[in-house]
T-cell receptor
Framework: EDQVTQSPEALRLQEGESSSLNCSYT??????LFWYRQDPGKGPEFLFT???AGEEKEKERLKATLTKKESFLHITAPKPEDSATYLC???????????FGTGTRLTIIP | EADIYQTPRYLVIGTGKKITLECSQT?????MYWYQQDPGMELHLIHY???????EKGDLSSESTVSRIRTEHFPLTLESARPSHTSQYLC????????????????FGNGTRLTVT
């Protein structure tokens, strides 16, 4: 059965303190791995899609990387506005439906 | 800027009532989805549509029904609400060809938080 596990469940960082969020997956035939950001009371907002091991994508203070078993979302020198829940989802070949993780709730303290 | 709109944002309703959650998108996407999200839990797909007159059930069993008469509109209906239906319901759409698997990202609305008393 396809599984997606995100860790940690919650992370509190001081402003400027860099860290990484983890998304590990057990699927057969990964088509794509997606990162979304969700603010309280809002729907998820798309950040990145990664397709193959070794791929990296960046957006402002965020960088996503992918290996054959996991993905990392690195956040460099975060600011309070980066506080949100970050969701990971995977899609496999032959099945468009996404399998989501439970998310990491990130809090950046000024 | 949200191009996918859900109404109402919040709904508190009594057991046994019929409700319809509205979802509209202005992006011309063929594919639309309904997800259910409970606090601290993963999103679960309950319905999806590949285009007009296409509807399918998702992975999570749901007593709700959907319709897709217009491209831009994908309402979800509960004929008789129960407390177990209390949850957040998220609507999403994605670009890409109607009948092909693709990995276009999802665009989500801001959800409807439903409470059934």
């Amino acid at each position: 059965e396809d599984q997606v596990t995100q860790s940690p469940e919650a992370l509190r960082l001081q402003e400027g303190e860099s860290s990484s969020l983890n998304c590990s997956y057990t699927v057969s035939g990964l088509r794509g791995l997606f990162w979304y950001r969700q603010d309280p009371g809002k729907g998820p907002e798309f950040l990145f899609t990664l397709y193959s091991a070794g791929e990296e994508k960046e957006k402002e203070r965020l960088k996503a990387t992918l290996t054959k078993k996991e993905s990392f979302l690195h956040i460099t020198a975060p600011k309070p506005e980066d506080s949100a829940t970050y969701l990971c989802a995977v899609q496999i070949f032959g099945n468009e439906k996404l399998t989501f993780g439970t998310g990491t709730r990130l809090t950046i303290i000024p | 800027e949200a191009d996918i709109y859900q109404t109402p944002r919040y709904l508190v309703i009594g057991t046994g009532k019929k409700i319809t959650l509205e979802c509209s998108q202005t992006m011309g996407h063929d594919k639309m989805y309904w997800y259910q999200q409970d606090p601290g839990m993963e999103l679960h797909l309950i319905h999806y549509s590949y285009g007009v007159n296409s509807t399918e059930k998702g992975d999570l069993s749901s007593e709700s029904t959907v319709s897709r008469i217009r491209t831009e509109h994908f309402p979800l209906t509960l004929e008789s609400a129960r407390p177990s239906h209390t949850s957040q319901y998220l609507c999403a759409s994605s670009a890409g060809p109607r009948d092909l698997w693709d990995n276009s990202p999802l665009h989500f609305g801001n959800g409807t938080r439903l409470t059934v008393t």
